[in-house]
């Protein structure tokens, strides 16, 4: 037996080298040191620290010469299940095994552990590699990745979000829990929360996790950045060289495989944009539209309604991002909808229930705005969302109602989406609001107000108030102050603008001039300043 070798514990040489479908000893039986591998045979007599291959069981006066020699543990072909009973430690190898082979393999791995690593994660690698070919997917690889170590695999996003995971029965119990501290971004290793560094370090990393549980996580990594992240799952002490170079190669293999749908999503996406693009040109008729529809696969039959999102702000993210959080959200909620970037916006056509309000289109909206706030705290994201369309013919109107309630939404800085339907009398204002008497009518019936700085408070009474209906005790509540104070701010506004609104056509026009100023917001006259 050569000399230059390095030992390997039994559990190890096994998990690397034997073929499928091998039953190893209790794992207290595992670290047994092998220095070499041997067939069991005449004029072979094993010796301290070598494993034994048997074609078939060894009789007792074998297994008791064996045993006083110290030799690591018996490989037996076709041989019963290993129990905690047995003299020494044994390996049952399923009946189609071939002793060479193993024996080939594990000495390998003895004399030159690096270049069997090498050419085992190669091996791994082209297998896993094959599956992507072959367009298995991402749940496919986590299932092949589970049954080569018998481990849990998660594959997440580069957010943390599950894309696929295959679970084992010895942790389906706990996966739940698991689960909840592995999507959190805190339990992500910190050489791994910079996508670039993880990218640019590589390697998977060891860790502990708070339910008692250890992974090996390794980012996927595409084109300088990790995109991804891969782990394998198991309780303490069960991780080992395979699950290494499992977890090593599977990332690289799941990021061909997220490239491949990367690809193949850029490619619908340019279909579906283009279609959106058509529609909204409006150079191509009915009937072309319908049939491109059905060339991209996309069913444009149910109601529709348009939703337009922008940046606001001077040192907004970039378009991609925003695409990126509608898309997310649009997935998220499983919806039949078309995205596209145009200008410096964002339309998306949704497919919504024929009741009216396109109430499926609102809670996407709502996510869209919650994600952006969560993400981009400080930067808004305006929304707005048209009114149901039935027809294909009838989306390009949609969209206008969607850009006109964006452009309110823009104006009065409302943070969240606004949907063209709940506008009211903004919609009218919209339509006169390059009319010159719209500005005017508004200066005729607040001027006094507007042109006088320090007035901000009484123009905010006065929209209190008619918010209010011109009740004094829920318009001082909404204000956060005393009754009198009311009563005093109202009297000032009175003698300040000589606004009296016991009249109700006056109250009709305080309301209008206040929803014109809102939109319009014209720059007021500097006048002395007013303290009320």
Request: proline letters at 6%.
């Amino acid at each position: 037996m050569p000399t230059t070798t390095s030992d390997v514990s039994l559990g190890e040489l096994a998990r690397l080298t034997f073929p499928k479908g091998t039953h190893l000893p209790p794992a207290n039986m595992r670290e047994s040191q092998v220095r070499w591998v041997v067939m069991a045979g005449s004029g072979v007599t094993p010796q301290a620290g070598d494993l034994v291959l048997c074609a078939t069981a060894p009789n007792r006066k074998e297994l008791q010469a064996w045993s006083e020699a110290g030799v690591a543990g018996l490989a037996i072909v076709g041989g019963p299940k290993p129990s905690a009973k047995d003299a020494l430690p044994t390996v049952a190898l399923p009946a189609s095994a071939s002793l060479r082979d193993i024996q080939r393999s594990a000495l390998e791995l003895i004399v030159n552990r690096q270049a069997y690593l090498i050419n085992r994660g190669g091996e791994i690698y082209q297998t896993l590699a094959r599956l992507t070919v072959e367009g298995a997917g991402l749940a496919e690889l986590a299932r092949a990745m589970s049954e080569l170590t018998g481990k849990t695999v998660l594959v997440q996003d580069k957010r943390l979000i599950p894309l696929a995971e295959a679970i084992t029965p010895a942790l389906a119990p706990v996966w739940a829990e698991a689960l909840n501290a592995l999507t959190a971004w805190t339990q992500l290793p910190d050489t791994l929360r910079d996508r670039r560094q993880a990218a640019a370090v590589g390697g998977w990393r060891d860790q502990s996790l708070p339910n008692g549980l250890n992974r090996l996580v390794c980012p996927i990594i595409a084109k300088g950045m990790a995109r991804g992240f891969l782990s394998i799952v198991s309780k303490p002490g069960e991780l080992d060289a395979l699950d290494q170079l499992v977890v090593e190669h599977g990332a690289a293999a799941c990021a061909l495989e997220m490239a491949k749908a990367k690809a193949v999503s850029e490619a619908e996406k340019r279909g579906h944009g283009d279609f959106v693009d058509a529609v909204l040109v409006g150079n191509v008729s009915l009937d072309e539209l319908l049939r491109w529809a059905k060339r991209i696969g996309y069913d444009v039959e149910p109601p529709h309604t348009a939703l337009v999102w922008r940046w606001g702000g001077k040192d907004s993210p970039s378009l991609r991002r925003l695409e990126t959080l509608v898309n997310q959200n649009v997935t998220k909620l499983g919806l039949n909808a078309l995205v596209r970037p145009r200008d410096n916006e964002v339309v998306v056509f949704c497919a919504v229930a024929d009741d009216g309000r396109p109430n499926v289109a609102l809670k996407l909206a709502e996510a869209i705005h919650r994600s952006a706030v969560e993400e981009y705290p400080g930067t808004p994201a305006y929304g707005g969302i048209g009114r149901t369309a039935a027809d294909l013919q009838d989306w390009k109107d949609a969209y206008r109602e969607a850009s006109q309630a964006l452009s309110m939404a823009t104006r009065l800085n409302e943070k969240t989406p606004l949907y063209f339907g709940d506008l009211s009398v903004y919609r009218l204002l919209f339509q006169l609001e390059n009319n010159e008497e719209l500005e005017a009518f508004c200066r005729e019936v607040l001027g006094p107000l507007m042109d006088y700085e320090g007035a901000g408070d009484l123009l905010e009474t006065l929209d209190a108030f008619c918010d209010r209906l011109g009740n004094l005790s829920q318009t001082a509540e909404k204000l956060f102050i005393h009754r009198n104070s009311l009563l005093y701010r109202m009297e000032r506004i009175q003698q300040l603008a000589g606004i009296d609104m016991n009249n109700p056509d006056t109250r009709l026009a305080v309301h209008l001039a206040l929803k014109i100023r809102r939109m319009l917001r014209p720059v007021p006259h500097k006048k002395a300043a007013f303290t009320p």
